[in-house]
Nanobody
């Protein structure tokens, strides 16, 4: 069973950048498509981005296209979410998730001046 741990969240000013990391345990991490999702206060979780097992296919929600980039390093068992031009409405807990499998515990991103 692959376990996921997110890191890299924090407080950033509008227009700033953060890079989130999703580290996975186990030798099968590289076989999985990975999703990033967010949950803002009082809202349901919503999808942000997806990357295929090889990294060749990437998809984004319209709200983050052109600002966020998902990538992975399978040698390090890690998926990244580079977030640029952050807006206050990006404030949320960000989760990574195995396709059809487990979730991480989440990392808080707060965009505020």
């Amino acid at each position: 069973q692959v376990q996921l741990v997110e890191s890299g969240g924090g407080l950033v000013q509008p227009g700033g950048s953060l890079r989130l990391s999703c580290s996975g345990s186990g030798s099968t991490f590289s076989r999985y498509t990975i999703h990033w999702l967010l949950q803002a206060p009082g809202n349901e979780r919503e999808w942000v981005a997806t990357i295929s097992s090889s990294g060749g296919d990437r998809n984004y929600a319209d709200s983050v296209k052109g600002r966020f980039t998902i990538s992975r390093d399978n040698y390090k068992n890690t998926v990244y979410l580079q977030m640029n031009s952050l807006k206050p409405e990006d404030t949320a807990v960000y989760y990574c998730k195995l396709h059809g499998g487990s979730w991480g515990q989440g990392t808080q991103v707060t965009v505020s001046s």
